[in-house]
């Protein structure tokens, strides 16, 4: 071995290049975590809504269209996922969930008590469903709700239960919630599926404070047509 090898002075610079190295890799690190968390959070406002923490229209939509897929091929793995959950089922409901009287809100009040109403809302919607649906604002004062495994009659229902909650817990606002209610069909998609759900929403609508079912807007229609007929 070689003396100089052995000399203290050789010790301590060994130790402080070992100690510069440690330094940088912690650092190295610390930048990454913090790049993962910049990016996190940037995830999360592109999924969130910020004014009531629901999911945004578009992640929402993306889930849907994943889950149509999944429907349509018994072997995918997002079916088998859904399968396994305790629930086991197969398909799933949409509700389109529309406030009455929610602009005399922000017109007299102003946009904070407006964004007020919309939170409350939301914790009510949530609180009425299962963790696993999904719960969105799709935009304005206008909510949507995946609601797995439920058929139209399970998910008027649920529509039914939010609706009557609302128009309790918001009495003193005087906002109420109208709701439409479909089923997914083999062989729809989510732009379909949605209009069906709109339909109903604002047959709902006409009555206020109600809920309806795609069946319900096919009734309506029917009735006009033999009425037409009988012209």
Known sequence: MNNEELKPQNFEDKKETENNRESLLLKKIRGLEESVGEFRVEHEKLQYDYVTGLYKREYFEEE???????????????????????EGYSNFSLLFC?????KEI????????GDAVLKKVSEIIKSKVRAFDIVCRWGGDEFAVGLFGANEEEAAKTGEKIRATVEKEMKGTGV????????YEKGLSMDLITKRAD?????????????????????????????????
């Open 106 to 113: 922000n017109d007299t009040h102003g946009h904070n008590e």
């Open 199 to 231: 339909e109903a929403m604002y047959l709902a609508k006409k009555e206020r404070n109600n809920v309806k079912t795609y069946a319900d807007v096919l009734e309506v229609e029917k009735a006009k047509k033999q009425e037409g007929e009988k012209k």
């Open 98 to 102: 529309g406030l009455d009287k929610f």
């Open 64 to 86: 849907m269209e994943k889950v149509i897929s999944s429907l349509k091929n018994p072997e995918s793995e997002k079916l088998k996922e859904l399968k396994e959950r305790k």
């Open 176 to 183: 109420t919630m109208s709701i439409g209610a479909v089923v």
